[in-house]
């Protein structure tokens, strides 16, 4: 038998990330997919359904955090249309009075064309989420812009910014020493594992070495940074992530794990149980299908009945 980090696991991951970027795959599945299945781990698809859904959270004791799906933000206008969005998110939460945070995806903010234009549109956002007494959390897309995010974070920490937080990717050989010029700026940060298609010059190949340098940045950035968010639904990671918490005596104010809706919801009551802050993120927007893909790519088994019925149509 192959176990969870042999080949097999390894090549159904493959295939699952690079579904998430075919057309024709999106194209069938955004017209079917929600009938599929899909609903279970995406269960908004516009802002208001994403409220009572929070508000449901908000009852047992569970934060939450949306975000955007939608294609990339290739002009001034679709920049444009992607703040506001993400403008209407921030007011509608806080008037809400909901324990609730907005994502931010560069992709959707100019990354891929006018730095100087991401900025404003992430600073203008920042400025108005202060003023609801909200954070918001810049996401960690592919390694192609991971320099473009830490350099915005770092401008923005250097602006005066505080309510801002970052991601940061295990399987990036790099991660390490991101995360030790980050620390001295007061660093916000949420560690994932990483969920896109990576060389290995570039990403750690293996789940053991992936999973080994998430437990090595755990460790610095637990006890270091202003807030760290455990972003796992590995009970392993989230049982070292405890034991690291215990020893260092890290008060509450300065950690969550992060949660994705609809996923491993036996371990989230778990975490519940135990006292752990918990965040549990459900995002929306007519682009889900790429963000199902990588979300579940570490567990194909959940995929297998989604993607057959999309594929045979």
Known sequence: MIGADGLGHRVMRDLILRAAESQRVNKTVSRYGMRLGARRFVPAE??????????????????????????????????????????????RLAEEKLDANVGLKLTDLGVRFDHELMFDSVARLLDLASEHGMRLRIDMEESAIVDATLDLYRRLRESGRDNVGLALQSYLHRAPDDLERLLPLGLNVRLVK????????????????????????????????????????????????????????????????????????????????????????????????????????????????????ALNR
Do not use: C
């Open 46 to 91: 516009t802002l208001d359904e994403v409220v009572p859904i929070f508000r449901r959270l908000n009852r047992f004791g569970v934060r939450a955090v949306t975000g955007l799906f939608d294609d990339y933000g290739l002009t001034g206008e679709q920049v444009e249309r992607h703040e506001r969005e993400y403008s209407r998110q921030i007011v």
């Open 194 to 309: 990483g969920a896109y298609l990576e060389a290995p010059s570039i990403a750690l190949q293996h789940k053991r070495d992936i999973d080994a340098a998430y437990v090595a940045l755990m460790e610095r950035a637990l006890p270091n940074a202003e807030l760290t968010a455990i972003a796992t639904h590995d009970p392993a990671m989230i049982q070292v992530a405890r034991s690291i918490i215990d020893r260092e005596g890290i008060p509450p104010d300065r950690y969550e794990i992060q949660m994705l809706y609809g996923i491993a919801e036996a371990e989230q009551r778990r975490v519940l149980e135990v006292g752990l802050p918990l965040r549990i993120s459900a995002p929306y927007g007519p682009t889900w299908f790429s963000y199902l893909m990588r979300r579940l790519a570490e567990r194909p088994a959940n995929l297998t009945f989604f993607l057959r019925g």
